[in-house]
């Protein structure tokens, strides 16, 4: 478990990093202002970062395309060679790592120690990936030709990744893009680049020059530049539903695939007959996990009416008993700040209008007076269905509890949201779960439990949650191109030999 010496530990190597641009191989100066870095939990400056824009983004972009042709040659015995270099050098450095993601994030130790090594697992996974993709068999379909597919790099691909889930979420991009033969420029949420140029000064020595690349900065300018940059070929985007409308309208100009996954606001479908000593568990974890800061997160139960004031009381008491507090407080604490002070106003505000609509919180709903950009583990009742609490992405430790009656009326609450992301169903009753599994529109339902991932299964949006794989096998086809290949098999030569 992490200490106040792995923290020391972390800062100096903090100190001793240039937050800058990491192109072509290298750290490279940054003229220009800069960016405080935050520690969520103290409100103290714990690193200053550059601030990229345009210029940066053609000299990545540029590296990344002088780049292309040798590292798509190579063979995927060599890609998964290197990603699994890239995987041994995060496994020796879990304890650094994580204590970084720590004091940027303001992430619990148990929670971060639980991420890093799904980084390293991810970069293993995609390296097999890689050497056993498939494609349909060679053939004469068309009399006399022989078609057969090649599979092939996109190109260039830009990544933007987002502030709950910083190094994860950038490994869920970098692995099955290298793999795939690509060469990559990931920008990092402007608030939490630490752990990423932590990273990136890793595996320097390991990663060919210009493959990885990463631009710190603004999403609103480097972001931009990214999508609509000429020789950009793919973008890639993990956040919130607005910000992959803006990528792919700032695409559109010159026609780039796109990779989006988006928000989501996850159904907790609770039957009456189910184990609400377990479901419980798992709304508390999944619910306030990241001080809620995650895209499927248990956000919102809807439970069987008869069963309303036995899950209601053992949430709210389970969701009291959290911890909040600075992760550097020691392991008993369980809910860390928010990222950003405007990120907690946001969830504060939302939680206001709730209750000026009827919500009540009976655990938590009001700010701290405390440092740091706290917000406490908050459980509502009284939440209308349609209301924007109902149907829109909290981002926050904030659980809302509905009712139902019978099967259909969950089934239609659980699908009224533009989002498409998770959900999960409640029940001891085999054929309902499979009933209810069936209709409801989300890329990953979970049955009896909730967010449980893997690097082997995908994890998808639908509707406004978006687009495009994560994770997986299907992972590597979105950053692969198909090429069909005919070759005429000319005409026999039947003439006797002499």
Known sequence: MLNADDLQLAQKRIDDLTVTHFIDGEFVSAPGDTAEVINP?????????????????????????????????????ERAAVLLRMADRV???????????????????????????????????????????????????????????????????????????????????????????NTLVL?????????LILFADLVADIVPRGVFNVVLGPGSTVGGALSRHPDVDMVALTGSTRAGQEVAAAAAGTVK??????????????FDDADIDAAVEAIVAGGFVNAGQECGAATRVLCQESIHDQLFE??????????????????????????????????????????????VAVVGGTVPERAGFFYPATVLTGVEAGSEMAREEVFGPVVSVETFTTEAEAIAKANDVVYGLAGS???????????????????????????????????????????????????????TRTKHITMAMGEPDDRPAR
């Open 257 to 270: 695939r796109l990779h989006l996954e988006l928000g989501g606001k996850a159904p907790v479908v609770v």
């Open 314 to 359: 053992q949430l709210s008491d389970a969701a009291a008993a959290l911890r909040m507090g600075d992760p550097a407080e020691g392991e008993a604490v369980a809910l860390g700040p928010l990222v950003t002070a405007a990120q907690r106003d946001r969830v504060a505000a939302m939680v206001e209008r709730a209750k000026a609509d009827g919500a």
């Open 187 to 195: 920008k990092p949420a402007e608030a939490t680049p630490l752990s």
């Open 91 to 181: 496994d020796a450095n879990v304890e650094l790592l994580a204590a970084v993601e720590s004091l940027n994030g303001g992430k619990p130790f148990a929670a971060v120690l639980d991420e890093i090594p799904v980084v390293s697992d991810c970069l293993r996974f995609m390296a097999g990936a890689a050497r056993t993709a498939q494609a349909p068999a060679a053939g004469e379909y068309v009399a006399g030709h022989i078609s057969s597919i090649r599979r092939e790099p996109v190109g260039v691909v830009a990544a933007v990744v987002p502030w709950n889930y910083p190094l994860m979420m950038a490994a869920w991009k970098i692995a099955p893009i290298l793999a795939g033969g």
């Open 41 to 77: 939990a103290t409100e103290a400056v714990i690193a200053r970062a550059a601030r990229g824009g345009a210029q940066e983004v053609d000299r990545a972009v540029s590296a990344a395309r002088r780049a292309r042709r040798a590292w798509a040659k190579t063979t995927p015995a």
């Open 425 to 479: 169903v409640w029940t001891r009753d085999h054929g309902r779960a499979l009933r209810v599994v069936d209709q409801l529109d989300f890329g990953s339902v979970w049955t009896n439990t909730h967010l449980v991932f893997s690097s082997e299964m995908p994890w998808v949006g639908f509707s406004q949650s978006g687009y495009g794989r994560d994770n997986s096998t299907y992972a590597l086809d979105d950053y």
